[in-house]
């Protein structure tokens, strides 16, 4: 079993910054696939960011964040997080933190842009971006 804690929202003007951090507990490793999904009022869950660490220390990223969010991980420490900067009112959601196994490469990279492949889920943070 596999335990996700976030930390590090609250409440930020538009084009300020805030870093997220995941704590991941129980049985991690770099052959898990790290990621950040958000929720909006009245919208559906989105993948922001991945980390895939059995792929090369692969990154992925939303179009809407890329150039703006950096997710980093530390799997030493079972770490991950999300740097997030020039933020803007639309970034305001609850972050999930999330974590699956990571795939063998015959399924590509695709999946990893859905909910499909994290089984562990954090409780969420808030993030609110005020114009």
């Known amino acids: 079993q596999v335990q996700l804690a976030e930390s590090g929202g609250g409440t930020v003007q538009a084009g300020g910054s805030v870093r997220l951090s995941c704590a991941a507990s129980?049985?991690?490793?770099?052959?898990?696939?790290m990621g950040w999904f958000r929720q909006a009022p009245g919208k559906e869950r989105e993948f922001v960011a991945a980390?895939?660490?059995?792929?090369?220390?692969?990154?992925y990223y939303a179009d809407s964040v890329k150039g703006r969010f950096t997710i980093s991980r530390d799997d030493a420490k079972n770490m991950v997080h999300l740097q997030m900067n020039n933020l803007n009112p639309e970034d305001t959601a609850v972050y999930y933190c999330?974590?699956?196994?990571?795939?063998?490469?015959?399924?590509?990279?695709?999946?990893?842009?859905?909910?499909?492949?994290?089984?562990?889920w954090g409780q969420g943070t808030q993030v609110i971006v005020s114009s």
């Open positions: 999330a974590a699956g196994i990571a795939l063998g490469p015959y399924y590509g990279d695709d999946p990893y842009y859905t909910e499909t492949p994290y089984d562990y």
């Open positions: 129980g049985r991690t490793g770099t052959n898990f696939v």
């Open positions: 980390a895939n660490s059995w792929r090369g220390d692969k990154k």
